[in-house]
């Protein structure tokens, strides 16, 4: 992907994408199992046009908080919910939140889906990623409910960590 919309410098080029963009975009792929890979074009000088270099602090910022839920990890287990991505590293499973949710948020927990990725059947607990704040959740009729803090902390993309075990 490109940052603009050339996959090499041009000055004329202004429509940049969003760091909230390029963010929901990196988790998208990453919870479908892909690789990311965002192109930068150099200024003939060699430089990183000012617009470029916010735009891959914001995502650095983003990674420093919640990393974890992006390197090394798998794709997501569940798949298919709305403003709602996931990716596993076990034994985490994450939950990557673009829009603030109605109301507590609740996946389909079934352990064929899980055991593919190499997580656990049951829930040691769960937290925000970036903070570390527990968040309430539970686990009945075959489906994980989690009630994230209102408002989002971060209103890019809030992840929750969700730790499994057997």
Same mark, same amino acid.
């Given at each position: 992907m490109t940052i603009d919309r050339t996959w090499a410098y041009n000055p004329r080029d202004r429509e940049f994408k969003s760091t909230r963009k390029l963010i929901r975009t990196l988790i998208e792929v990453a919870s479908r199992g892909g690789?990311?890979?965002?192109?930068?074009?150099? /200024?003939?000088?060699? /430089?990183?046009?000012?617009?470029?270099?916010? *735009?891959?602090?914001?995502?650095? *910022?983003?990674? *420093? =908080?919640?990393? =974890? =839920?992006?390197?090394?990890?798998?794709?997501?287990?569940?798949?298919?919910?709305?403003?709602? *991505? /996931? /990716? =596993?590293?076990?034994?985490?499973?994450?939950?990557?939140?673009?829009d603030p949710p109605p109301g507590p948020v609740e996946l389909p927990w079934k352990p064929e889906n899980l055991a593919a990725v190499g997580l656990g059947r049951n829930v040691a607990g769960a937290r925000l990623l970036a903070t570390g704040a527990e968040v309430p959740f539970r686990l009945s009729g075959g489906r994980l409910r989690v009630e994230p803090p209102r408002p989002l902390p971060d209103r890019d993309a809030t992840v929750i960590e969700v730790r499994t075990a057997a």
């Open positions: 690789n990311f890979l965002l192109n930068v074009g150099p /200024t003939p000088e060699g /430089t990183i046009q000012p617009e470029f270099e916010e *735009r891959l602090r914001g995502l650095g *910022r983003w990674l *420093r =908080a919640n990393g =974890a =839920a992006i390197y090394g990890t798998t794709y997501g287990p569940v798949q298919g919910l709305d403003q709602v *991505r /996931t /990716t =596993a590293k076990p034994p985490f499973l994450y939950v990557h939140l673009f």
